[in-house]
């Protein structure tokens, strides 16, 4: 019984890994003909480009939140979860989940830019964001 469960996911487990090594290298191959810093090929390659802001939080908190409440609805109406109309619900509230993240997002980002207290790090961000899609392309 173990078995059948272990050997599935240990064989996912072994695809994804080499779906990410693959594209390291290819990344780390590009980075390497387009000549890039040894700074900026440092940073891409460490994964300090991943967005653990709290944009990020946000979103995933949304998320979360929206699919709790389809949950909740599910289980006050007469819905079994394997029901169509169940699945209908969670992906209509992950959507909707999503959505009202794009509008918070987009509002916040407008607020942080007007702060001129952090103008200084969000140029030097900026800046550095444009040197990386740059020496990719």
Do not use: C
């Not at 173990?2 to 693959?22: D, H, R």
């Not at 709290?54 to 609805?73: F, S």
């Amino acid at each position: 019984m173990v078995v059948e469960i272990l050997v599935p996911l240990a064989f996912f487990a072994a695809i994804v890994l080499i779906v990410k090594v693959v594209s390291d290298n290819r990344v780390r191959r590009k980075l390497i003909d387009a000549r890039v810093s040894a700074d900026v090929t440092e940073a891409v390659l460490s994964g300090r480009f991943v967005d653990f802001t709290r944009l990020g939080a946000l979103k995933w908190g949304l998320i979360v939140l929206g699919l709790g409440g389809a949950l909740v609805l599910i289980e006050l109406f007469p819905i079994t979860m394997s029901d169509p109309m169940a699945f209908g619900l969670l992906f209509l509230a992950a959507g909707g989940g999503l959505i009202a993240y794009y509008l918070m997002a987009d509002r916040l980002e407008v607020s942080e830019e007007n702060d001129p207290s952090d103008w200084s790090r969000q140029q030097s961000e900026h800046a550095s964001a444009e040197e990386v899609s740059d020496e990719l392309n």
